[in-house]
C-alpha cells in the first residue's frame, strides 16, 4: 500500500507490521519502521535499499515489535547516541577510572593516539565495521605504519559498546581484530545464540544445574560464588546477595542486586531447601563444585563450541574458542556494555575494584543504577533469546 508523504512514498510490508519501503522522487529507497508508540508516531530510519535486503529490514523491524511489546520504545536507542560520548571521551574516562592504574598507560595514550586517530571523534555505538578492518594502514600523518601486535588489544579495553553489523551480529570495536592467540574461551554469548542457548538449558533434566547456570548469568557473579551461595547470604526484602569478604577476590563484602528472574529461582529453591546451602552437594565442602560435565552437555545440546571438540563446517557462531562458565558473567557484562551501560556501573555490577581509585568511584554509585542496568541487560537477553516464560 502506497502512503504519500511530501515527496516520499511509503510502501508497508503485508509481512512485519511497521515496516516501511520509502522512495524518493528520485528513486532512492529507505527501509523505515514506523509505528505508534504511546499514542505518539515513532520513525526509524533502518538503512538504504539494497545494501539492506528486505529480509535483514523484517528482521530488524521484528526486533523493533518485540522490544515495542514488552513495553519499551527502540527509538530510544537512536535518541541515546546523539547523547552519547565519543571515542576519545570514551578513551579519556577509561584512563581516569582504570588506564591511570595500569604500568603500560603511557604506551596505550600513545597508540590510541597514532592508530586510532581517524575514529576519536565517532560515537561509539555506530562505530563502523572500518574501525577493525584495517586499524594498520591508519597511523598519524596518513602514512601506513604496520600496527605492533600489541596496538589493537591495549587500546579495547575502553571499546566495550557492542554494535550492529550487515550480518545481524553483535560486535564488538577492535575485539575482533585482536591478534590471534591461544583462546581460553569466547567472551560472551552473542544475540542469535541465546535462542538455542535458552532451548537447551530449559531441556536440561538437571533443575539444579540449571538453576546454577540462570543464576550465574542474572547475577554476574563468579561461578564459585553461586556455587557457595547460602541462604544467611540471600535478603529477599531487599533483593540482595552479600558475599563475605573471605569468599571475594577483592577482599571486601560484596553486595549483588537479585534481579526478578534470579528471585524467583531462589523463592522456588528456599521452598524445598533442606540445607544452608542454595545448591547443596555430597563433596567435602556441601556445595556443589563447578558442574563441567553438565555445561559441556548443555553446549553440546545447543550446537554451540565445546572444549576439546572440532566444530562441523558451516556451524553458527562466532570462531575463537569454546564457551565456559566464566563467559555468562562476561556475557552479563558485555550486554550492559551494548546497552550502553557506563564502566564504573558494569565494574560495581560484577564486583570489581583494584584497591586504587577505581574503588572509590565504585563506592560513589548507588545501586539504583546499577540494578537498571542489569535489568536492561537481562531483558535484552530475554528478548534475543525469544524467552518469555518465569523461571
Known amino acids: 500500500m502506497g502512503l504519500s508523504a511530501a515527496k516520499h512514498v511509503y510502501f508497508r510490508d503485508t509481512r512485519v507490521p511497521g515496516l516501511c519501503l520509502r522512495v524518493s522522487s528520485t528513486g532512492g529507497k529507505v527501509f523505515v519502521f514506523y509505528r505508534k508508540i504511546a499514542s505518539r508516531p515513532e520513525r526509524i530510519v533502518l538503512g538504504k535499499y539494497p545494501d539492506l535486503t528486505i529480509e535483514q529490514a523484517r528482521g530488524m523491524a521484528s526486533k523493533n515489535n518485540s522490544v515495542i511489546a514488552t513495553g519499551g520504545n527502540p527509538a530510544n536507542s537512536k535518541r541515546e547516541i546523539s547523547n552519547e560520548m565519543n571515542l576519545k571521551e570514551l578513551f579519556a ?10 604500568r ?36 598519524s600523518g596518513g602514512s601506513a605504519v604496520p600496527t605492533p601486535r600489541t596496538a589493537p588489544s591495549n587500546c579495547s579495553a575502553p571499546c566495550l559498546t ?93 553486595t549483588i542486586e537479585l534481579l526478578p528472574e534470579a528471585l524467583e529461582i531462589l523463592e522456588r529453591r528456599k521452598q ?19 558442574p563441567k560435565k553438565c555445561w559441556r552437555r548443555v553446549l553440546e545440546a545447543a550446537g554451540l563450541p565445546v572444549a576439546g571438540v572440532a566444530r562441523a563446517a558451516g556451524n553458527s557462531g562466532q570462531a575463537g574458542g569454546p564457551l565456559r562458565l566464566h563467559d555468562l558473567r562476561r556475557t552479563l557484562g558485555s550486554w550492559q556494555a551494548i546497552g550502553g551501560s557506563s564502566l564504573p556501573i558494569i565494574g560495581k555490577s560484577l564486583g570489581h575494584a583494584d584497591g586504587s581509585s577505581a574503588t572509590a568511584v565504585y563506592a560513589r554509585l548507588n545501586n539504583v543504577p546499577v540494578r537498571k542496568s542489569m535489568e536492561k541487560a537481562v531483558r535484552a537477553m530475554r528478548i534475543a533469546g525469544k524467552v518469555r516464560r518465569k523461571w
Open 272 to 290: 524445598t531447601a533442606t540445607s544452608e546451602w542454595v545448591f547443596p552437594g555430597t563433596g567435602a565442602t556441601g556445595h556443589l563444585v563447578e
Open 162 to 254: 557492542g554494535q550492529s553489523s550487515g550480518d545481524g551480529r553483535t560486535r564488538t570495536p577492535l575485539r575482533e581484530y585482536a591478534p590471534t592467540k591461544r583462546s581460553n574461551g569466547r567472551g560472551f554469548l552473542l544475540p542469535e545464540e541465546l535462542p538455542q542457548f535458552f532451548r537447551a538449558l530449559d531441556a536440561e533434566p538437571n533443575k539444579d544445574i540449571r538453576d546454577y547456570i540462570y543464576l550465574s548469568l542474572f547475577t554476574g557473579a563468579r561461578r564459585s560464588n553461586v556455587a557457595a551461595m547460602s541462604w544467611p547470604q540471600i535478603n529477599f526484602n531487599r533483593a540482595v546477595w552479600s558475599i563475605p569478604e573471605d569468599q571475594v577476590k577483592a577482599g571486601e563484602t560484596l
Open 93 to 102: 574516562q577509561f584512563g581516569e577510572y582504570y588506564g591511570q592504574q595500569k
Open 104 to 139: 603500560t598507560w603511557p604506551e596505550m595514550q600513545r597508540q590510541f593516539g597514532v592508530y586510532l586517530q581517524k575514529w576519536h571523534m565517532r560515537k561509539i555505538s555506530p562505530l563502523s565495521r572500518s574501525l577493525t578492518s584495517s586499524p594498520c594502514t591508519h597511523a
